[in-house]
Structures are given as C-alpha cells and as structure tokens.
C-alpha cells in the first residue's frame, strides 16, 4: 500500500513569492490534515479536508489556503510568503471508518525555505 | 476541549537503559490516545495507539504504553534504550465520534547515550 506522497520534497522561495504544496492520501482515505512544524515550535495545525470540503481550520492567517480535490488529494497554497514561513509541511492522511479510531498517516514533508 | 501534555521536551537516557516518556491528557471521556516517533528529516510514524480494548498496548520497536484512568496518563516505554530510539517522541489524542479532531503534544526529543 502507498503511503502518504507528498511534493515537492525541498522548495526555496523568496519572501513575497507564492507557494503550492501537494499532498496524495492513502488510497481509501477521505480525510487530508496539514500541519507546520517551523525549528522549535512542534506541531502545528493548519487545515482539515474531509470529503472535499474544509472541516477546521488552525490559528494562521488567510494567506494559508487550500483545497481538496474529488480524488481526495489536497493542496495547501500560502502567498506572501514570509521568513517566518519556513518550516517542514507535513500532510497527514486517515480513513473516516466511523467503527474504530484510525489514527493518522504522515507524508515526509515538504521543507520550505524562505530568503 | 482535549488536549495532552507531554512533560519534558528534551529527555536523555543512557543507552541499555528505561525509556520512560510522559504524557497526560486531558478530556471529559477517555479518548483515543496515540504515540508517534519522528526521526530528522521526515514525517511522524505510528508507534502504537490506545482504542480501549486494552490499558496496555504495545507498538512497533520495542515500545509499549499503559492508559491509566485514574492519572489521565498514556506513558510511553521502552526497557531497554537503543542509539536507534534517538528521535522526537509526539503523543497525540483524538475525540471519538465521525468528526475526529487530533490533538498533539509538543512533543518529547529523546536523546541516547553510549
């Protein structure tokens, strides 16, 4: 089974400059998170797509925006980018099984780094 | 709201010696408590999860964790550290219901010494 794909893998930008980061779920899921983790700030959360449409949305600004495609993969784009946006992206996956708890499926991470 | 907790943001053990990792959560029903390792330069990887069928779980590379009820507790363990286990330790938890919200500590960087 494939695991969480996500792309590109490293990305240099300016600050300004817009950005789109890719995320390919699990086969099967229907539920794509995002989350930024910037040097010493852990995890944070961004987004959650479930069935095409945005269920929660973490503390970060409008210029952090995304989607989620019918074929359940999802994009996170931020404009304007600022230094302080450099940080690994990661996308997560899970299946919606509302008999048990599934937990959810990392990708590797997009690292975005911003001059 | 839920949220968890995990004590110590950088623990080091000696190499042959307990792996003893806190996490203590916070909810109104027990939930869903899971554990994640993350090495450099990549994503996080499940190591085990807690869905009540049982108060001790074990997981993948040694590591098992208990829930206690009564300390809102999920501790993650493992008996015997290897250089390998040098990694960043998340514990996370999640509401049950269709809509599920996770939550994830601020995790926990673990340090190994020969």
């Known amino acids: 089974e494939a695991g969480v794909t996500q792309s590109p893998t490293h990305l240099i930008k300016t600050r300004g400059q817009q950005v789109t980061l890719r995320c390919s779920p699990i086969?099967?899921?229907?539920?794509v998170y995002w989350y930024q983790q910037a040097l010493g700030l852990g995890l944070q959360f961004l987004l959650w797509y479930d069935e095409g449409e945005e269920r929660n949305r973490g503390n970060f600004p409008p210029r952090f925006s995304g989607r989620q495609f019918p074929n359940y993969s999802s994009e996170l784009n931020v404009n304007a980018l600022e230094l302080e946006d450099s940080a690994l992206y990661l996308c997560a996956s899970r299946s919606r099984d509302l008999r048990s708890n599934q937990p959810q499926h990392f990708g590797d991470g997009t690292r975005l780094s911003i001059l | 709201a839920q949220s968890v907790t995990q004590l110590g943001s950088h623990v080091s053990v000696s190499e042959g010696a307990l792996v003893l990792l806190r996490c203590n959560y916070s909810s109104s029903v027990p939930p869903y408590l899971f554990w994640y390792v993350q090495y450099p330069n990549q994503g996080l990887q499940l190591l085990l999860k807690y869905t009540s069928a049982a108060t001790l779980v074990k997981g993948i590379n040694g590591f098992e964790a208990e829930f206690k009820k009564s300390e809102t507790s999920f501790h993650l363990t493992k008996p015997s550290a290897h250089m390998s286990d040098a990694a960043e330790y998340f514990c996370a938890s999640s509401n049950s219901g269709g809509y599920q919200k996770v939550t994830f500590g601020t995790g926990t960087k673990l340090q190994v010494i020969p």
């Open positions: 086969s099967g899921h229907t539920s």
